[in-house]
């Protein structure tokens, strides 16, 4: 009997019919809401009369429009300070928590919570955590001597976004990198300790070049998601009006699509998304090939 | 509230003036830890028909140019009114939008502040609240009484299928026993002459005076309406957060929003 992984000629038809769902998902969900935007955005739309031409116009929009230009700028600005915020401080926690210390499972299971609690459900404790009068980040200041901050008053509002999208974002960030780490052989470190490298050394000598792949995978994952960042910010910073303090480019798309009615400028500018996460990730797969150390 | 702290309960005559001069003295700091635990007044200033816009037409300003192409908001009495609203916060008889958001907004409602400027949506919720409270007319500015009034419809579009049946429907609710009706759930104020007049709507629960809402018809203004609104709204009342927040200066702030607003105003010519 075969025993191979090609299927036979009778069995074809059952390969076709297991994958059924996912190739529907994958072109009516991924390829077709993708290929829909695009003809969207060639259009104008109200999502009651019937759409009209506008061929490029909405792209010229992109260009044009202050308000988007800020919440684009905004989501770049959003993205450098996330993606570093990510892959450093959920590579140093992995590094940690691969000890062998007492309570190690309490600690991973205690820095992943935050991904798989509701965004929505967290994000109104963290409002309450920065609240300007009752929140207990302010009442800890003042009990140290501080004057309390407005932490989501508009000048403030970016960097405690970033605060709480890091903190949401780095137990998967520690998952990635404690698979990376198990994978480094122990006598790798043992090698390095016999020829006299300290700790440091060790980890920057050793362990470094040894997780890039997982270096790689996380920044590429967390990019991805800076880029569609939304859920947070949006609890966060929304205001009475519906505007943002800080607005990115998802909450601009939402913005247009649902409170303007306005499909073809929002489809436009998630078509520019679209392109810029496609660019990062062609420049993320050539770095790989140059930097990215496989055993 | 008014009671405990000595103050005359608000009169017809009232000015913008006296509504700062209340509110300062209903601003408590009643455990003394240096933060206010009972506020003058509580109000919206993202949405201008709880406050800024009545201001703004007491003291002789306008919102937007009839022909919707520019808007006015900055000009002549109006920055007066805007510099009023500001000196609420400022003095910190008003909690700034962040502090407000922070206690779920309505500080009224919940017992937080001595004073509100809303609309009559706002009553039920008040009454079945257990508030004990009675209404006033707006106050008085250098240019007279203003309040804001906006109707709250019925629509049929016009590709409705069942355009009929809901013509049906919107005369019942324009009639005598239909208005009676929408009084007593007691959101809106009747546009029934007959009905607005009669014990439906004066006598709602809450036993309060019904009649400054009927009386305030005299100076009212009408909420103005116009395709972009949702935007130039946003551009506008959220545009000043950063002014009531403390984080940014009014005339400045006030200068960009009106520019951004009349840039919407002109994308949606």
């Known amino acids: 009997m075969d025993y191979g992984l090609k299927p036979l000629g009778r069995e074809r038809h059952w390969l076709w019919l297991m994958l059924t769902p996912t190739v529907i998902g994958l072109l009516f969900g991924t390829i077709?809401?993708?290929?829909?935007?695009?003809?969207?955005?060639?259009?104008?739309?109200?999502?009651?009369?019937?759409?009209?031409?506008?061929?490029?116009?909405?792209?010229?929009?992109?260009?044009?429009?202050?308000?988007?230009?800020?919440?684009?700028?905004?989501?770049?600005?959003?993205?450098?300070?996330?993606?570093?915020?990510?892959?450093?401080?959920?590579?140093?926690?992995?590094?940690?928590?691969?000890?062998?210390?007492?309570?190690?499972?309490?600690?991973?299971?205690?820095?992943?919570?935050?991904?798989?609690?509701?965004?929505?459900?967290?994000?109104?404790?963290?409002?309450?955590?920065?609240?300007?009068?009752?929140?207990?980040?302010?009442?800890?200041?003042?009990?140290?001597?501080?004057?309390p901050i407005c932490w989501l008053c508009t000048d403030n509002a970016m960097m405690s976004v970033v605060i709480v999208n890091v903190w949401g974002a780095i137990g998967e960030g520690m998952i990635i990198f404690l698979a990376g780490l198990t994978a480094i052989p122990r006598d790798y470190y043992e090698a390095a300790s016999l020829d006299g490298a300290s700790d440091f050394q060790q980890f920057f000598r050793v362990t470094l070049p040894l997780v890039t792949p997982s270096i790689f995978f996380q920044t590429l994952i967390s990019a991805i998601n800076a880029f569609q960042a939304y859920d947070y910010i949006y609890m966060l910073t929304r205001r009475g009006q519906g505007d943002s303090s800080v607005p990115v480019a998802v909450y601009s798309i939402y913005r247009n699509a649902f409170h303007f009615f306005r499909m073809g400028d929002a489809s436009a500018q998630a078509i520019q998304l679209a392109i810029l996460v496609a660019v990062f990730m062609a420049v993320m797969f050539w770095w790989e090939r140059r930097y990215v150390t496989y055993e | 509230m008014f009671d405990a702290a000595g103050v005359d309960y608000p009169t017809a005559d009232w000015t913008y003036d006296d509504l700062l001069a209340a509110a300062k003295t209903l601003t408590l700091d009643k455990d003394n830890d240096g933060k206010v635990d009972q506020y003058g007044i509580w109000s919206d200033t993202w949405d201008m028909e709880l406050l800024w816009s009545e201001a703004i037409w007491a003291y002789g300003g306008e919102i937007i140019s009839d022909d919707h192409a520019k808007t006015l908001i900055g000009e002549g009495g109006a920055r007066d009114a805007w510099t009023f609203i500001d000196s609420l916060y400022k003095e910190g008889v008003m909690p700034t939008p962040t502090t407000s958001g922070?206690?779920?907004?309505?500080?009224?409602?919940?017992?937080?502040?001595?004073?509100?400027?809303?609309?009559?949506?706002?009553?039920?919720?008040?009454?079945?609240?257990?508030?004990?409270?009675?209404?006033?007319?707006?106050?008085?500015?250098?240019?007279?009484?203003?309040?804001?009034?906006?109707?709250?419809?019925?629509?049929?579009?016009?590709?409705?299928?069942?355009?009929?049946?809901?013509?049906?429907?919107?005369?019942?609710?324009?009639?005598?026993?239909?208005?009676?009706?929408?009084?007593?759930?007691?959101?809106?104020?009747?546009?029934?002459?007959?009905?607005?007049?009669?014990d439906a709507y004066l006598k709602q629960p809450g036993d309060l005076n019904q009649q400054v809402f009927l009386d305030s018809v005299a100076f009212a203004h009408t909420k103005p309406v116009f395709k972009g609104y949702e935007e130039w709204a946003g551009v506008v009342g959220d545009g000043l957060i950063p002014v009531f927040d403390g984080e940014a200066e009014l005339n400045a702030t006030l200068d960009e929003v009106i520019a951004a607003a009349d840039e919407v105003l002109a994308a949606n010519k």
């Open chain 2, 102 to 198: 922070e206690f779920g907004f309505d500080l009224f409602q919940s017992g937080m502040a001595a004073m509100t400027t809303i609309g009559h949506w706002a009553v039920p919720g008040y009454v079945q609240a257990g508030i004990n409270f009675d209404v006033a007319p707006m106050p008085k500015g250098p240019a007279g009484q203003a309040t804001s009034v906006n109707s709250a419809g019925f629509v049929i579009s016009k590709d409705s299928k069942h355009a009929d049946a809901a013509f049906e429907f919107i005369k019942f609710a324009l009639s005598e026993a239909g208005q009676k009706r929408l009084a007593e759930l007691g959101f809106a104020i009747p546009v029934l002459k007959s009905v607005a007049e009669s």
């Open chain 1, 32 to 147: 077709g809401s993708l290929l829909a935007t695009l003809g969207l955005s060639l259009f104008n739309w109200d999502l009651i009369n019937a759409p009209k031409w506008a061929g490029a116009e909405n792209y010229v929009q992109l260009f044009e429009n202050k308000d988007y230009i800020e919440a684009f700028t905004n989501t770049l600005k959003f993205s450098a300070l996330y993606v570093p915020g990510v892959v450093i401080i959920s590579l140093l926690l992995a590094v940690l928590l691969n000890r062998k210390i007492r309570g190690v499972g309490f600690f991973r299971t205690v820095y992943f919570l935050p991904t798989v609690t509701s965004a929505v459900a967290t994000a109104l404790v963290w409002n309450m955590i920065y609240g300007k009068e009752t929140g207990i980040l302010n009442f800890a200041l003042e009990s140290l001597g501080f004057t």
